[in-house]
């Protein structure tokens, strides 16, 4: 195949990001050309499983809290221009002990950004969610505002709209290989090769999730790939207790290293995903078959928190993480070429934040600058001039809740 013509922008990874930037791209007039190994949605990366968690007092930082109040705003319009909704209002709780990392950082966020929360006691919580297994000194902080996203609608339905303002996209075409035309101009068109051909575009967005350290291997990112696993069960007792309405969108954290998050039942079942220290993966060749050892560990933990949910396992699916160390966002433009962007290793937190993403990508690649603040994902931090591909060091802060 011979060299295509030229586009303002390629778009290498096609999920959750990939296509938040896209549509952006394209509806504002950009020629817009993107590219993925698989059809998203898919199973292989970490774009799928009905629903993600969406939280406005957020734990991590509450510099994170302007962006995802934009993204907020962002899914009103997506679903408007969808005529769908993408966006269930749960409600989001956080439950740990008192003076927990992620209660306090909730708190925090909550003080800074006159977010109204809700601090329940033990038998408060009770009261209010007899789903849940109380102890004396477990404590939960509840917001309104928070809920759940639609995420496979989401996806296909930015992907949509890419193409309807003309972006071509080019599924189950993984991206082998792309070179400056001109070594010596930093700001040179990018030739990109995959098996099907060869293009050339202005400028370039990398938001290809576990592939991305493989595509920026020069700049020796510390990004480190695990596998989680997501399940749905049907509950034992009281499914009622289960239900939207019942039950919100929920984390909790046990311990160093024990936490989960999961969702009231919407017809699918309860769903929920358990995190423990994990051994890196290759995205390429990672176990996807659920194990005894997976269930049962899951389990283990439902008898202690949710007890009456842990009947028949409806379904499982793996979803993998690219992490950062210190567990936040990589949004920036390539450090040695301007006319790149980066994105995407969002540590297992950022699909709800994803048009928000998205519309700072499309800030960044046309003009290099973006009214969001960034100041967390910069790729200069993640950078080791002694570093070997890639490092496996383990995250130093914290590793988040999946949400």
């Known amino acids: 195949m011979s060299l295509t013509q030229r586009f303002d922008v390629a778009v290498v990874g096609l999920g959750a990001m990939g296509s938040a930037a896209a549509h952006r791209l394209a509806m504002r007039g950009q020629r817009v050309i993107g590219f993925d190994r698989f059809r998203p949605p898919h199973l292989m990366g970490s774009t799928h499983g009905d629903s993600r968690g969406i939280r406005e007092a957020y734990y991590e930082d509450p510099s994170y809290v302007p962006f995802v109040r934009r993204a907020y705003d962002l899914w009103d319009e997506l679903s408007d221009t969808l005529g769908q909704p993408l966006f269930r209002q749960t409600g989001a709780i956080t439950l740990g002990v008192e003076g927990a990392s992620m209660v306090r950082g909730v708190l925090a966020s909550a003080r800074e950004h006159d977010i109204d929360v809700d601090v329940l006691d033990a038998s408060e919580l009770k009261r209010r969610f007899p789903a ?12 309104t505002r928070g809920g759940m996203i639609d995420i ?3 996806l296909n339905g930015q992907l949509d709209l890419a193409a309807s303002h003309g ?4 599924f189950n075409e993984p991206v082998e290989k792309w070179l400056p035309t001109d070594m010596a101009d930093l700001e040179s068109p990018i030739t990109i ?18 592939w991305n350290a493989g595509l920026l291997g020069k700049l020796n990112l510390p990004l480190r790939v695990t596998r989680q696993v997501m399940f749905w069960f ?11 309405g019942a039950l919100p969108f929920w984390m909790w954290e046990r311990g160093p290293q024990d936490f989960a998050y999961g969702f009231p039942d919407i017809g699918k079942g309860f769903k929920l995903g358990h995190h423990q220290p994990l051994d890196e993966v290759d995205p390429n060749g990672y176990p996807q078959e659920i194990t005894e050892a997976d269930e049962a560990n899951v389990r283990t933990w439902l008898s202690r928190t949710f007890p009456e949910v842990g009947g028949k396992l409806l379904r499982a699916e793996t979803c993998l993480y690219t992490n950062t160390p ?13 006319n790149i962007v980066l994105a995407s290793p969002c540590s297992g937190h950022g699909f709800k934040f994803s048009p928000a993403i998205g519309e700072a990508l499309a800030d960044l690649s046309m003009h290099r600058e973006t009214e969001h603040d960034l100041g967390l994902f910069t790729v200069n931090r993640l950078m080791d001039p002694n570093a070997v591909l890639p490092p496996t060091a383990k995250p130093s802060a914290q590793a988040p809740v999946g949400d």
């Open 132 to 143: 849940i297994e109380t102890s004396d000194d477990l404590v939960g902080v509840l917001e």
């Open 152 to 154: 496979e609608a989401a």
């Open 167 to 170: 972006a071509e996209l080019h």
């Open 193 to 210: 090769n995959t098996a099907q051909g060869s293009y050339e575009a202005e400028r370039m967005v990398v938001t290809a999730g576990a």
């Open 234 to 244: 049907e509950p034992r007792r009281n499914p009622e207790q289960f239900a939207e």
């Open 326 to 338: 210190d567990a936040h966002f990589l949004i920036d433009v390539h450090p040695k070429r301007p």
